[in-house]
């Protein structure tokens, strides 16, 4: 390796470790070094699980836009055909309860934000999370903006129409999880109030996997895709009232 690639090698380990801090900085790049050396058999996936207050996309002042179309979609919705996701993946979504709302810019596929009351079933590593409170709680995930969208309004306007049908269904909290990988969605979910109030490490080596926690139940093994672990969470406090 030249002088050049060397000094390029460790200014890129300087940035991720300032970015992610130590812990987190070193299991990432011994995830990359994993996942190379085994062919993606075996990866490390760590997550942080935040709530989120609702309320505040309604209060930050964004307009809405004339050009943008918000629609609830379920199983029949011809804009699911334009989802950038597997339709089997689709359709099991819809299997387990979830929600999802939409967004057309101009007649074009701009982004969606999903959602499921009472609990989550994850579906990059093998993880039951269960919601205690799951009468004032909800789970979002998957909140996605096309890449030419990401700029604009998009995202607020997606947000503020999820979060108002979530506040009509009584719910106060929104969970999801975060990889400890991403600086850039850890900053955002700051940004937005989000509380961490979970932490997981999943080492996953082909069908194996090895769970653990920093609360119950800890530490999970499983030897195969029909074992998982089930992690409860809860509001760090009691929800904004509803007419905030």
Same mark, same amino acid.
């Given at each position: 390796?030249?002088?050049?690639?060397?000094?390029?090698?460790w200014a890129s380990l300087?940035?991720?470790?300032?970015?992610?801090?130590?812990?987190?900085?070193?299991?990432?790049?011994? #995830?990359?070094?994993?996942?190379?050396?085994?062919?993606?058999?075996?990866?490390?996936?760590?997550?942080m699980v935040v709530a989120?207050?609702?309320?505040?996309?309604?209060?930050?002042?964004?307009?809405?836009?004339?050009?943008?179309?918000?629609?609830?979609?379920?199983?029949?919705?011809?804009?699911?055909?334009?989802?950038?996701?597997?339709?089997?993946?689709?359709?099991?979504?819809y299997a387990n309860g979830?929600?999802?709302?939409?967004?057309?810019?101009?007649?074009?596929?701009?982004?969606?934000?999903?959602?499921?009351?009472?609990?989550?079933?994850?579906?990059?590593?093998?993880?039951?999370?269960?919601?205690?409170?799951?009468?004032?709680?909800?789970?979002?995930?998957?909140?996605?903006?096309?890449?030419?969208?990401?700029?604009?309004?998009?995202?607020?306007?997606?947000?503020?129409?999820?979060?108002?049908?979530?506040?009509?269904?009584?719910?106060?909290?929104?969970?999801?999880?975060?990889?400890?990988? #991403?600086?850039?969605?850890?900053?955002?979910?700051?940004?937005?109030?989000?509380?961490?109030?979970?932490?997981?490490?999943?080492?996953?080596?082909?069908?194996?996997?090895?769970?653990?926690?920093?609360?119950?139940?800890?530490?999970?093994?499983?030897?195969?895709?029909?074992?998982?672990?089930?992690?409860?969470?809860?509001?760090?406090?009691?929800?904004?009232?509803?007419?905030?």
């Amino acid at each position: 390796m030249s002088a050049r690639s060397l000094a390029g090698a460790w200014a890129s380990l300087r940035l991720t470790l300032r970015q992610l801090g130590l812990t987190n900085g070193l299991l990432y790049i011994l #995830n990359r070094l994993l996942d190379r050396a085994s062919g993606g058999r075996v990866r490390l996936v760590k997550y942080m699980v935040v709530a989120q207050p609702l309320g505040l996309a309604s209060a930050s002042g964004v307009r809405s836009s004339g050009s943008t179309v918000l629609e609830d979609v379920d199983a029949s919705h011809p804009w699911r055909e334009d989802f950038p996701r597997p339709q089997a993946v689709i359709a099991a979504r819809y299997a387990n309860g979830a929600r999802c709302l939409a967004a057309q810019v101009k007649g074009r596929f701009a982004g969606h934000v999903w959602w499921q009351r009472a609990r989550y079933e994850e579906d990059e590593v093998r993880c039951h999370f269960l919601m205690r409170e799951a009468g004032i709680s909800a789970w979002d995930f998957d909140v996605y903006v096309e890449p030419r969208y990401r700029l604009g309004r998009t995202l607020a306007l997606l947000w503020m129409g999820a979060e108002a049908r979530m506040r009509d269904e009584g719910v106060q909290w929104t969970f999801s999880r975060i990889s400890e990988f #991403n600086a850039e969605s850890l900053a955002a979910h700051a940004r937005l109030g989000a509380t961490p109030v979970a932490r997981a490490l999943f080492i996953v080596a082909g069908p194996w996997q090895l769970a653990l926690f920093n609360g119950p139940p800890f530490i999970h093994l499983s030897l195969g895709v029909g074992s998982a672990p089930t992690l409860a969470v809860s509001p760090p406090h009691p929800g904004p009232s509803r007419s905030a």
